[in-house]
């Protein structure tokens, strides 16, 4: 036999047994959840993060799956403040030198290759910025400033921090952290609108 959306719909339970009442319980859980994790954030290190993006000869961002996404959106951000900046693993990326800027996301805190890029970096010189839901991971360990977010990662399980799957919450949170970080710095690097577009593709 088979489900259409509507069985789906009406015998969908949530863990704790309350029946789901459509997509609007999904969208109204992710915004709460996300309004939790902003609202608990330490912003004293945002400001850290945008002192380092404003000062660093050049900007390098890198991330694994989803997080990896959410860093390509803030590079394309970066480079509309007029940024000199890169994503690791593309073929147009140059190597990074000491007054450089790294920034890295792992909610975990221990993704392999994020883990080695970072540690190459600090080898390097560089300086690194750490976006991560695991201040005592060894990734936060490399850091010169760690951004923190209270999220879930993608191993924890449990719905204490999170009902959504994997590290939904904590790509999602980065990436409104982020573009918050980047209307901020639009503001205070006094930015307009049309300056900000004079530096959009017009290669589409």
Known sequence: ??????????????????????????VQLILDENRRVLNETVYAALEQLAQAITEANR??????????????????????????????GETITPAIARGDLLITCSGSGNTGSVCAMAATAKTIGAQLAVITANKTSPLAALADLTVELAAATKHEQEAARSQQFAGSLFEQSTLLLLDALFHGLSRTLNKSTQTLWAMHTNLE
């Not at 036999?1 to 999904?26: C, K, W």
């Not at 989803?66 to 890169?86: E, I, N, P």
């Open 1 to 26: 036999m088979q489900l259409t959306y509507r069985d789906i719909h009406y015998s969908t339970q949530t863990s704790n047994s309350v029946p789901y009442e459509g997509f609007a319980q999904s």
């Open 59 to 88: 900007i390098f961002v890198f991330g694994g799956g989803r997080s990896g996404l959410v860093m390509r959106m803030t590079a394309m951000r970066l480079m509309h403040l007029g940024r000199q900046v890169y994503v690791v």
